[in-house]
């Protein structure tokens, strides 16, 4: 059987997943959703026993129509390995039936390289099956941890070309250098003078915009998206919630069979919607707990059924979740709305009239069947980092100590300690002044480089090597623009 996508806003026809993953959104600006899914419950068989590649491969092969089986398992192959330092996904057991999930192992310390790894190699597949001619031009927008990952994975990969937006106030110091450090003869990047959903609103708009659209196609240029919105970006993160589980199951933290509840740090709920396909393939999730910081849209919405992205937007220590428009919500929407096209054109036309929209009561009781949110405010994510390192020796970055937060939450409200698996989404170092202030309160340091030498002073949890090499790296990239003009920015880039 092979598996076809189609627009949540009905417009076009059935594609295969290597058109999806080329196009990036679909043209009627909606986002591929697979018409039907793999059954994932054979996947799991002896799957603890292999490597991360093939595991992955496992799960991914099945999704991906218009390619060569081979191809992509070849494609897993070469992604997940030397890239990582160590295994691409390894567990971490902690008390109280909790399991964390470490997706920072990768050449950029965030969970965005488990999918950012492969994309490319997925992209040229369909380049070279589309007999495209010309440049796909892979536009970007980030909250810190894509846009790196992105440069990393698609620096001077031939026929393609990337540009990515970040938010120039709203970024970590080290998230900023690993992006104006980086090389490659086909990169760019701006800083935009605004938040993460001006940029993203910004990309948003150059997909749909006909003249800059033509001009692009003048220049033999065509549009693609490495952000979530890309199915190709989605399809990994599948991979790695049958490998924890299996690895629960092997480890006795879970009984083969019996269900965990899976709580993850979410901006642009494509991690956590990587979840809910694993579920809806028969992966025993029960209930999956959506974790948000003091930028609280999600929690409000899974509370209400009212999304609401009318209100302060704030800088908090979680920056990748600095985010108030998640974009990936519309394939859950999808899906709550029976997958019923026009429903869900009509809520994102309310979202972008009027900033919000909200569920009949039949969709909202469909979305709490499944789904939990919660929030977490600065203070009490800093007292997770130092909580959990007081009890456990075990250090975490700002966005995976707001899930753990969270979850004990979810856990003291509702008595549902099920075993948990805990996603982990970056390095504490990519972080470091503020873990450092979690951990030692009365420590200054100078800058990010001198949190991460005492960071590493206090804990002995070794520095990634890549993020110490950041300190001596010149600046190449400087330019700035205002979201209204991130249009003629790239034209006077390229
Ligand atoms: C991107 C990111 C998130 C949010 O993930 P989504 O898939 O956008 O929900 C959380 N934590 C970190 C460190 C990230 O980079």
């Given at each position: 059987m092979q598996i076809l996508y189609t627009s949540t806003r009905g417009g076009g026809h059935a594609v295969s997943a290597a058109f999806a993953v080329l196009q990036g959104l679909c043209p009627d600006g909606g986002l591929y959703v697979p018409s039907a899914l793999p059954d994932g419950r054979a996947m799991l068989s002896g799957m603890s026993a292999l490597p991360y590649h093939e595991r992955a491969a496992r799960v991914i092969v099945p999704f991906m129509s218009g390619y060569d089986p081979g191809d992509v398992?070849?494609?897993?192959?070469?992604?997940?390995?030397?890239?990582?330092?160590?295994?691409?996904?390894?567990?971490?057991?902690?008390?109280?039936?909790?399991?964390?999930?470490?997706?920072?192992?990768?050449?950029?310390?965030?969970?965005?390289?488990?999918?950012?790894?492969?994309?490319?190699?997925?992209?040229?597949?369909?380049?070279?099956?589309s007999g495209h001619r010309g440049e796909v031009f892979i536009l970007v927008a980030t909250s810190g941890d894509t846009g790196k990952a992105a440069l990393c994975g698609f620096a001077d990969v031939p026929g393609t070309r990337v540009a990515v937006f970040y938010p120039g106030g709203g970024v970590s110091d080290m998230q900023r250098r690993q992006m104006v450090t980086q090389e490659g003869g086909n990169v760019h990047v701006i800083a935009v003078q605004g938040n993460f959903d001006d940029a993203q609103t910004g990309v948003k708009r150059l997909f749909t915009d006909a003249d800059f659209a033509a001009r692009m196609k003048a220049m033999g240029k065509s549009l693609s998206s490495a952000n979530s919105m890309n199915w190709g970006r989605l399809v990994p993160q599948i991979a790695y919630y049958f490998s924890a589980y299996a690895d629960m199951a092997a480890s006795g933290a879970v009984r083969a069979g019996a269900p965990v509840n899976v709580c993850v740090p979410t901006g642009n709920f494509?991690?956590?919607?990587?979840?809910?396909?694993?579920?809806?393939?028969?992966?025993?999730?029960?209930?999956?707990?959506?974790?948000?910081?003091?930028?609280?849209?999600?929690?409000?919405?899974?509370?209400?059924g009212r999304y609401d992205s009318r209100r302060a937007f704030h800088l908090t220590p979680s920056p990748s979740m600095d985010i108030l428009v998640s974009s990936n919500l519309e394939r859950l929407l999808f899906e709550l709305a029976g997958g019923n096209p026009g429903r869900v054109g009509a809520l994102m036309a309310g979202l972008a009239a009027e900033g919000?929209?909200?569920?009949?009561?039949?969709?909202?009781?469909?979305?709490?069947?499944?789904?939990?949110?919660?929030?977490?405010?600065?203070?009490?994510?800093?007292?997770?980092?130092?909580?959990?390192?007081?009890?456990?020796?075990?250090?975490?970055?700002?966005?995976?100590?707001?899930?753990?937060?969270?979850?004990?939450?979810?856990?003291?409200?509702?008595?549902?300690?099920?075993?948990?698996?805990?996603?982990?989404?970056?390095?504490?170092?990519?972080?470091?002044?503020?873990?450092?202030?979690?951990?030692?309160?009365?420590?200054?340091?100078?800058?990010?480089?001198?949190?991460?030498?005492?960071?590493?002073?206090?804990?002995?949890?070794?520095?990634?090597?890549?993020?110490?090499?950041?300190?001596?790296?010149?600046?190449?990239?400087?330019?700035?623009?205002?979201p209204e003009d991130m249009a003629a920015a790239l034209l006077a880039a390229l």
């Open positions: 398992a070849m494609a897993c192959k070469q992604a997940y390995g030397d890239a990582f330092e160590g295994p691409p996904a390894p567990l971490r057991a902690l008390p109280e039936d909790v399991c964390v999930l470490e997706l920072y192992h990768g050449p950029t310390q965030a969970f965005k390289d488990m999918a950012l790894q492969l994309l490319p190699r997925l992209m040229t597949g369909a380049i070279a099956a494509g991690n956590i919607l990587a979840a809910h396909y694993a579920r809806r393939m028969g992966l025993p999730i029960a209930r999956l707990i959506c974790a948000s910081n003091r930028n609280r849209v999600l929690a409000d919405f899974m509370e209400t919000r929209y909200s569920l009949q009561d039949d969709e909202l009781s469909a979305l709490q069947a499944g789904f939990a949110g919660g929030w977490c405010a600065d203070e009490q994510c800093l007292a997770a980092i130092a909580d959990t390192y007081a009890q456990t020796g075990y250090v975490m970055d700002p966005h995976t100590a707001v899930g753990r937060h969270v979850l004990a939450q979810y856990r003291a409200s509702t008595g549902d300690n099920t075993p948990a698996l805990l996603v982990s989404t970056a390095s504490p170092y990519k972080f470091a002044s503020d873990v450092l202030k979690a951990l030692a309160p009365g420590a200054r340091p100078a800058d990010d480089f001198a949190a991460c030498e005492q960071l590493q002073r206090l804990t002995g949890m070794p520095m990634p090597g890549p993020l110490r090499a950041l300190h001596t790296l010149p600046v190449r990239h400087s330019a700035q623009c205002a």
